[in-house]
């Protein structure tokens, strides 16, 4: 698989009776590799060893450049790594103190015995944790990995380099401590009772990465069972965000969501959510299409969320594949697999079509086919414009629930969240390449947090009230 261009380093151990630093230079370049710095690590009077910065296109490249070195005489190649992993190395996140313990004295209070009061304190009035620990700020990212975005079920030590990474941005852009947890579970039950039993040291749950359709069981079960918000993100961050772009995409062609013909393409955790959305948003007329083509309620499914989506969906009852139903659509949006929409489809939609193709890593259209005939494109990929990215709601969605302590996540606060991002871009900056903020904007969080807090002191979820 070609990915973007990415910097590999290559430890090479060099006797210098036997090969010239140029010769090595001339097979990496002939390789197809960019030499872009060389560090000496040691240096001998018949060996050295250095590290070989090398930019590269694709895998492919990375394959023939060791290849071809490992061949050459007198080099030993002693180890090769990139800066993505070298940026795993030891993990990604750690835990600081807060206060500096330097003496007895400070022990004491942090520790045995003045922690006794502390504990007492909570003992008496449970909702002191909130005050006096970490659960004020703290949310549990918990995956099974079923469901890694590009590689499906692995082990769930392989998902960690992942759920590490959701921490550190839930850090970066909304100061909120997330922990990282990998259940070693496939079982639904016990899932839920393991969460259950780690739900007091947290103020909410993010839900990653596991499978349709034991997920919703997980969140619908755990949303009814704790007093902490549970947020599947791979459903909601998706649907949150793909509603956010609709939006503007909307202003951007002159629609009404109420009057345009909605086909979404993958009906599984994220296609549901989204489905979810568009309805709370006002959407009437939306088609779901799977692999056995539209869902319709003269069918029965043995997915009873597909028995529920057929019959909250199509409204007109139409049959068939995704190019008989996407004929005189305003919308497509697909979260199901590459290149399954075809250029004639686009052709046949209605005027000025919004496309979001936002499987990954390849979209369900290329732009480049696309483009031609789509009024606003947008997919799940950096390289394009409108990127439907999860970072752009979680973060937020969280610093409001945890700031106004509330005990659900519901869908007023979703929709609320969804309208605070499509609002962080003014509509005289609106056009066809700009429906989607960065995800380094600086509004996004605190317009999302004040709209969820708002929405959860109207919905009667937040605990804390209003002037506080």
Known sequence: MVRSTMTIILRLEINKKDISFGE??????????????????????????????????????????????????????????????LLHLGGKIEVLSKNKIDNREELSHVYTPEVARVCMAIEESPSLAYNLTIK????????????????GKIKPEAAMPVMEGKAML??????VDAFPLCLNSTDTEEMIQIIKSLSPSFGGINLEDIGSPQCFEIEERLKKEIDIPVFHDDQHGTAIVALAGLLNALKVTNKSISNCKIVVCGIGAAGIAITKMLITAGAKNVIGVDRYGALTSDETYDNNMWNWYANNTNPNNEKGPISSVIHDADVFIGVSAPNILREEDVKNMAVDPIVFALANPNPEISPEIAKPYVKVMATGRSDFPNQVNNVLCFPGIFRGVLDCRASDINEEMKLAAAQAIASSIHDDELNEDYIIPGVFNDLVVPKIREAVMQAG????????????
């Open 24 to 85: 090595i230079a001339t097979v990496i370049g002939q390789s197809g590799g960019d030499m872009i710095a060389i560090d000496v690590i040691k240096e001998g009077p018949e060996v050295t060893v250095r590290d070989i910065s090398i930019n590269i296109s694709s895998e492919e490249v990375e394959k023939n450049i060791i290849e071809s070195v490992h061949q050459l005489r007198g080099v030993n190649i002693k180890h090769v790594s990139d800066r993505t992993f």
């Open 136 to 151: 004020k700020n703290t949310v549990a990212v918990v995956s099974n990995a079923t469901a890694v975005l590009g590689l």
């Open 170 to 175: 839930f850090k970066q852009f909304a100061g």
């Open 457 to 468: 002191f109207e919905t009667g979820v937040a605990k804390k009230k209003k002037k506080d």
